[in-house]
């Protein structure tokens, strides 16, 4: 049987908040410009000095990439509250993070990637939570470390928050995680080690374009404690404000994530999806594709499965 049983009877879906694909549109009408204003500060006149700003910084003081067109800058931005010099300094560690850990996303395919969906170890549902954020789901004790290493995990992880920071209203709404610790063992907390916790809250926190609202922990066990050590050193007060540790108590979840918006097995009443699910929005995308190939990723045209990608020869063949 598949990780993923689509079937169960005890499920519903409401047609109207289910996507697999990305939403690209900008806010449009005035209740939606009204929320951008109010969570990141936005107007078009803001906006438009802070893009300004913000590509001066990027001319003149030469420290980044000249990657200066609006749909890349604003989401530093958003996620800065239109402060040029933060978003500035956001993409300098960015950067930076990526200079230190090329094997994350150098010569990655991320189209590749299914065997992470096979074992079932992250997934991203198509609909968001009450609140409009993206959710990632972590399932840890799926996780096979002789199968394949922690920098696959991360290899996904990068691509996953990639493909979310593409989207406007993830850009303006965040996201947040949940982790599953359920049949954690001693083997993999001996591959989380504190250099792989430095690296996760770099990703998480100061390193990437996109704010994370809360961390929930749900069905830990004692092992837990072992590998959150790790974390504890490393983690200001604002990030540790944002992890909630629910065990057992899914009441506790359900405070902070409607059930409305939670797979069944956390007291919800949603289907279960796959991190492959995630992988065909690449597949179907000409736009996603694009974006992932000017970010450095591995496209190979053979696995343009449907034809769909005939516009982007070019770049294509650069990318393989």
């Known amino acids: 049987m598949p990780p993923h049983d689509l079937s169960n009877s005890n499920t519903i879906e409401d ?26 500060g936005e107007t078009p006149e803001i906006r438009s000095a ?20 609006e749909t890349f800058l604003i989401k530093f931005l958003r996620v ?14 960015y950067y930076k993070f990526k200079e230190l850990n090329p094997a994350f996303h150098k010569d990655v395919y991320p189209l590749r990637l299914t ?3 096979d074992d079932d170890v992250c997934s991203v549902p198509p609909y968001t939570d009450q609140d409009g954020h993206r959710i990632i789901i972590y399932r840890l004790g799926n996780w096979k470390p002789r199968k394949y290493s922690v920098i696959e995990l991360f290899r996904a992880t990068v691509v996953i928050l990639e493909l979310a920071t593409l989207e406007p209203k993830t850009q303006i709404k965040g996201g947040i995680c949940i982790f599953d610790m359920s049949g954690i063992s001693l083997s993999h907390v001996y591959h989380i080690t504190p250099a792989m916790a430095s690296q996760i809250v770099e990703l998480m926190g100061a390193s990437f374009p996109i704010k994370i609202h809360a961390i929930h922990i749900v ?5 837990f404690d072992m590998i959150y050590t790790f974390f504890k050193a490393i983690l200001d007060a604002k990030t540790r404000e944002k992890i909630y ?11 902070h994530i409607d059930p409305r918006y939670l797979p069944v097995k ?12 995630w992988i ?3 597949r179907r995308d000409e736009t996603v594709i694009c974006s992932l190939i000017k970010l450095g990723y591995k496209i190979d045209p053979e696995d343009d499965l449907d034809n769909k990608w005939k516009s982007m020869a070019e770049l294509l063949q650069k990318s393989s």
Request: glycine share 6%; proline share 3%; aromatic share 10%.
């Open 266 to 277: 956390y007291g919800g009443v949603r289907k279960e999806y796959s991190y492959n699910d």
């Open 15 to 40: 047609p109207g908040d289910i996507s697999n694909r990305l939403d690209f549109n900008e806010p449009a009408t005035a209740e939606e410009w009204e929320v951008c204003r109010e969570l990141t």
């Open 80 to 93: 800065r509250d239109f402060s040029a010099e933060k978003a500035y300094r956001l993409m300098v560690r």
């Open 219 to 223: 069905l830990q066990s004692f092992l």
């Open 50 to 69: 802070a893009l300004e700003d913000l590509r001066h910084m990027i001319n003149t003081r030469m420290e980044l990439p000249n990657r200066t067109e």
């Open 245 to 255: 540790i629910h065990g057992q108590n899914m009441s506790s979840l359900h405070t």
């Open 115 to 117: 065997y992470i969906g």
């Open 280 to 282: 065909e929005i690449l």
